[in-house]
């Protein structure tokens, strides 16, 4: 498995963090909600929005790692919900996996890594469908 830091003055919206496992490559987004009140909203600036938008229409392989310090959780969700996670007016989105302090990081590895590979099947099947 290997990691990336991605600086932000590489491009407009492009997520803080790449990864790549055999599984497949994904982007993660990590943000961090100072106050006590938990709230997704306003924490992705509209080239962040867009990027992920754009991207998760074609392969679904982005994700936001939102971090709580006041409830001590840290929340995975799936870049395809990036619209109402940042829409004041939108229900509220589950997240795909929840992690309290101190987290155990390779629950989220393999949470990835288990969408990613029913991604590719779900692709394969889609090709040798065509």
Same mark, same amino acid.
């Not at 990864?19 to 987004?29: L, N, P, Y």
């Not at 840290?74 to 829409?87: A, E, P, Q, V």
């Not at 992690?99 to 029913?118: C, D, F, H, Q, R």
């Given at each position: 498995?290997?990691?990336?830091?991605?600086?932000?003055?590489?491009?407009?919206?492009?997520?803080?963090? @790449?990864?790549?496992?055999?599984?497949?490559?994904?982007?993660?987004?990590? &943000?961090?909600? /100072?106050?006590?009140? !938990?709230?997704?909203?306003?924490?992705?600036?509209?080239?962040?929005?867009?990027?992920? !938008?754009?991207?998760?229409?074609?392969?679904?392989?982005?994700? @936001?790692?939102?971090?709580?310090?006041?409830?001590?959780?840290?929340?995975?969700?799936?870049?395809?919900?990036?619209?109402?996670?940042?829409?004041?007016?939108?229900?509220?989105?589950?997240?795909?996996?929840?992690?309290?302090?101190?987290?155990?990081?390779?629950?989220?590895?393999?949470?990835? /890594?288990?969408?990613?590979? &029913?991604?590719?099947? /779900?692709?394969?099947?889609?090709?040798? @469908?065509?």
């Amino acid at each position: 498995m290997t990691w990336t830091r991605v600086e932000a003055r590489v491009g407009a919206g492009l997520p803080d963090i @790449n990864g790549a496992m055999k599984s497949g490559e994904f982007w993660i987004e990590s &943000k961090v909600i /100072s106050t006590k009140k !938990f709230s997704t909203v306003g924490l992705w600036r509209p080239s962040q929005v867009a990027w992920q !938008f754009s991207r998760s229409k074609t392969f679904p392989n982005v994700w @936001n790692l939102v971090s709580h310090p006041a409830s001590e959780k840290l929340c995975l969700y799936s870049g395809t919900h990036i619209l109402d996670l940042n829409d004041p007016d939108a229900p509220l989105v589950d997240p795909c996996l929840v992690m309290t302090y101190p987290v155990n990081w390779n629950a989220m590895i393999e949470y990835i /890594s288990g969408s990613l590979i &029913k991604m590719n099947i /779900s692709m394969d099947y889609e090709r040798a @469908n065509v």
